[in-house]
């Protein structure tokens, strides 16, 4: 809204919007209001805004006729009917699929027992290859369908007062032990959270296998989670900002703009799910979540940056910073 003011044109402002508009209204019905929904581009990545636009006819003096035009940005909306449409097809894919795959893979093992002695060396090696082949397939399948079935039913937050700098040395403990640089800096004296530890850990987990795979090949690879208090004008914290970061390659602009939407993947054998489900899991606890880049001063992009922010449990949380109400400190 920088910059506007009465009596610019619409068309210098939004000129997608304004000629959606005219278009509407120059077929318009006399005594018809307009009501449609506009999906606005933005440059640069492949992301856009959805608008409900509604318009009436409006009486002015000396007998001129004027619109009063109303718009909502429905993204928001749009995004979680999407989300619920690919529970759904998850729940329905996860029922399909899984049936078929034990008898598949027993009838492999049964085959490979029975006929491996009868064989000569030659096709008895054949055998076992293709044996091999179609288990591994087979398990890979099993993992994309338990995937779709903890998307589709992921159970409802068990939400209670938790320390999370407790938490993340706790799991930078594991993670270092297990050979993952993983490394913690946390703001002391942080009150708790209302979080699910099963859950935020799962959360953790994805991410910061996310962050493996991007830093797979580098000398020296680097995972960073930060913990820091985010603070009201009077200097009471209100939440709780996450901060992973890592020193891989960033995410690309088509990621950027869809990472949360299922079934969207760079790994040849991922399913999509990953970043869905841990949106997911953060809504179930009131929070927000982005993605983003680390760049330098030029732009360039020195890694993938995920913003998680969460609010106080009610025992820590005054009557005037109700839990729940966050604010929007993603950056």
Known sequence: ???????????????????????????????QDIRFELELPHHGVETATFLFIRAARLDLEAGRRGWVIVFDDISTVLEAQRAVAWGEVARRLAHEIKNPLTPIRLATER??????????????????????TIIT?????????????????????????????????????????????????????????????GQLRQVVHNIVSNAVDATAGLRQPEIRITTVGVRRPDGKIEAVRVVVEDNGPGFSANILSCAFEPYTTTKPTGTGLGLPMVKKIIEEHHGRISIGNRTDLRGAVLGARIVIVLPLSQAATSQDAAPGKIPNMLG
């Open 111 to 132: 085959l490979e027992m029975k006929l491996a002695d009868k064989l000569n060396e030659k096709d008895a090696a054949l055998l076992h290859r293709t044996s091999r």
């Open 1 to 31: 809204t920088d910059g506007l003011s009465a009596g610019m044109p619409l068309a210098s402002i939004a000129p997608a919007f304004s000629r959606a508009l005219t278009e509407k209204i120059q077929v318009a019905d006399k005594d």
């Open 137 to 197: 397939q087979v398990d890979a399948m099993k993992q994309m369908v338990n995937d779709f079935r903890d998307y589709a039913k992921l159970p409802a937050a068990v939400l209670e007062p938790m320390d999370l700098n407790a938490f993340f040395r706790e799991l930078e403990e594991f993670y270092t032990t297990a050979g993952t640089p993983l490394k913690v800096s946390l703001e002391e004296g942080l009150p708790p959270v209302s979080g699910d530890a």
